[in-house]
């Protein structure tokens, strides 16, 4: 069945860089699109970017700076990179796959939080 | 980017109401709105896709419709597992854009 999981670290300094993994499993990223969407806490979503099946790339024009998506198809993987972080990037952030409409499955989500 | 106006913000209803929840975008988006239902401490579920394409297995008492830079969602006779917040999405072009989202709550 179709999965997505995120993995990364808890707990990143501020001015660091988070790193994070979505292992999809059930699809190949050959054949659909893969989001990394974030939520801060209380807050509302915020869409971040994508990973399109042919390896494309788009980003949230806010954080387009800082930010770098990619992906490794021979593991299933699916990467971000976010920059320079600062207490206000602490969220929730989920992986998710588009098929037709967007997000029809979604990570359980990894909870970030930038702090000293 | 394409800004989605959502509201209204909270919306308070008694069991069996009727609600709708609107957006509006600041340019035509081709009927590429999703609806999304968020309940505390979960991920995301969709619900409707492409204006008014109800997802397999979401109950037909939610709906979409709309076209141009408006759209709508509603629910009709809200049940208590309907309790949660719903947020709109555009995805004609990207970036893709969220709006600010509607907490549902019981009267």
């Known amino acids: 069945q179709v999965q997505l999981k995120e993995s990364g670290p808890g707990l990143v300094q501020p001015s660091q860089t988070l790193s994070l993994t979505c292992t999809v499993s059930g699809f190949s990223l050959t054949s659909y699109h893969v989001h990394w969407v974030r939520q801060p806490p209380g807050k509302g979503l915020e869409w971040m970017g994508v990973?399109?099946?042919?390896?494309?790339?788009s980003y949230n024009s806010a954080l387009k700076s800082r930010l770098s998506i990619s992906r490794d198809t021979s593991k299933s993987q699916v990467f971000l990179k976010m920059s320079s972080l600062q207490t206000e990037d602490t969220a929730t952030y989920y992986c998710?796959?588009?098929?037709?409409?967007?997000?029809?499955?979604w990570g359980q989500g990894v909870m970030v939080t930038v702090s000293s | 980017d394409i800004q989605m106006t959502q509201s209204p913000p909270s919306l308070s209803a008694s069991l069996g109401d009727k609600v709708t929840i609107t957006c509006q975008t600041s340019q035509n988006i081709n009927k590429y709105i999703a609806w999304y239902q968020q309940k505390p401490g979960k991920a995301p579920r969709l619900l409707i896709g492409?204006?008014?394409r109800l997802v397999s297995g979401i109950p037909s008492r939610f709906s979409g419709s709309g076209s141009g830079r408006d759209y709508s969602f509603s629910i009709s006779n809200v049940e208590s597992e309907d309790i949660a917040s719903y947020y709109c999405?555009?995805?004609?072009?990207?970036?893709?854009?969220f709006g600010a989202g509607t907490k549902l709550e019981l009267k």
């Open positions: 998710a796959r588009e098929s037709g409409a967007p997000f029809d499955y």
């Open positions: 492409f204006t008014s």
């Open positions: 999405l555009q995805y004609d072009n990207s970036p893709y854009t």
């Open positions: 990973m399109w099946s042919d390896g494309d790339t």
